[in-house]
């Protein structure tokens, strides 16, 4: 089955801190059902053990106040075009954090098997 995204992509990563709100939400939460609306293929939300941003803070689970809003990275494979649509949309979503852009060569792209209706 062919599928839409072969070929050459843009990586679009997304860091911001496990307690960043947007609207009463967690911002992580936010932005997954905005992409998810917007139509973009997928987005992966990663939890980080420990890390420090512009503010040079360490967050870090060993310190339970600071385990409290550790780094979180959202990583999501799309054309430039779709990147470039939603960025507008980010920048006013995400107040503190950083979004970084680089090609990807995307080689496979197709749901798991459905078996009963169901995904494996």
């Not at 960043?20 to 053990?49: C, F, N, Q, S």
């Not at 979503?93 to 459905?114: D, H, K, N, S, W």
């Amino acid at each position: 089955m062919p599928h839409r995204f072969k070929g050459e992509r843009t990586l679009m990563r997304i860091f911001i801190g496990e307690s960043d709100k947007y609207r009463g939400k967690p911002l992580y939460e936010a932005l997954l059902e905005h992409m998810r609306k917007k139509g973009l293929a997928g987005a992966t939300v990663l939890r980080g053990v420990a890390g420090f941003g512009a503010s040079s803070v360490v967050h870090t689970e060993k310190v339970l106040r600071l385990s409290l809003d550790l780094p979180l990275i959202i990583e999501v494979v799309e054309t430039e075009e779709a990147i470039q649509a939603i960025l507008p949309d980010l920048d006013e979503m995400i107040g503190g954090g950083l979004i970084t852009l680089e090609r990807a060569r995307v080689i496979l792209y197709r749901p798991a098997a459905v078996e009963d209706g169901r995904s494996r």
